[in-house]
């Protein structure tokens, strides 16, 4: 589990809507499962039937209101595993699940959380492992990913914000602390979200989430 103090144990505040209690389920579909089918050696045979093309990401509230003048992040960069990405900022759609870019290649960042600046809470970036008729994207390496590590984050204006990898960890999906993903208040924090773990060919589904939780590097 993620270290105390990163993602507390505290529940998000300033919500206005139930939390939700569905866990992020699906980072691809049609041809998912190709991302950890390359990293490993074990062929498959199974036939992959289509999986949802939405993915959910659930959010601990869908009818939150973004912060006044935010400002966005519009770049990740993790030169550690050649992560090199533009960021879009996201919503929440119909399902009340946290809005990804279909392109694996970016990144969605939860506009309803903090922000590019923020002094607490955990702003948080996702994208898909893998999509129909895209390349593998590159989140698909944040497994690689290890403590020590550097991000930095390019917004709006162009400044840089570099954090220090904390954790990198697996979650099954149902599993996920959401509450404490999507926290506002607290520590400081970037949090970043993939699929993950075993494919399985049944659901045409990644059966883990992996999160990556990095700390704001003093000026």
Not at 41 to 49: D, H, I, V, Y
Not at 139 to 158: K, N
Not at 181 to 195: E, N, P, Q
């Amino acid at each position: 589990m993620p270290r105390a103090g990163v993602i507390g144990t505290r529940a998000a505040g300033l919500m206005v809507a139930a939390v939700l209690a569905a866990s992020l389920v699906a980072c691809g579909s049609p041809g998912a499962g190709v991302a950890e089918s390359a990293a490993t050696s074990s062929p498959t045979t199974t036939p992959r039937p289509a999986a949802t093309p939405a993915v959910d990401v659930p959010v601990t509230s869908a009818a939150v209101v973004p912060a006044e003048s935010s400002v966005a992040p519009t770049r990740l960069e993790i030169d550690a595993i050649g992560v090199h990405m533009p960021v879009a900022p996201v919503g929440v759609d119909d399902s009340s699940q946290m809005e990804l870019p279909e392109d694996p290649a970016v990144a969605g960042w939860y506009r309803f959380g903090p922000d590019a600046v923020s002094t607490e809470g955990h702003m948080v970036l996702s994208a898909h492992v893998d999509a129909p008729a895209y390349p593998i994207g590159p989140l698909a390496r944040l497994r690689d990913l290890t403590p020590g590590g550097e991000v930095v984050v390019v917004d709006e204006h162009g400044a840089t914000r570099a954090y220090r990898v904390e954790s990198v960890e697996y979650h099954e999906k149902a599993q996920l602390p959401t509450d404490e993903i999507f926290r506002r208040d607290g520590a400081s924090a970037l949090v970043i979200i993939t699929c993950g773990g075993p494919f399985d060919s049944a659901t045409g589904r990644y059966r883990d989430n992996v999160v990556a939780v990095a700390l704001p590097i003093p000026d």
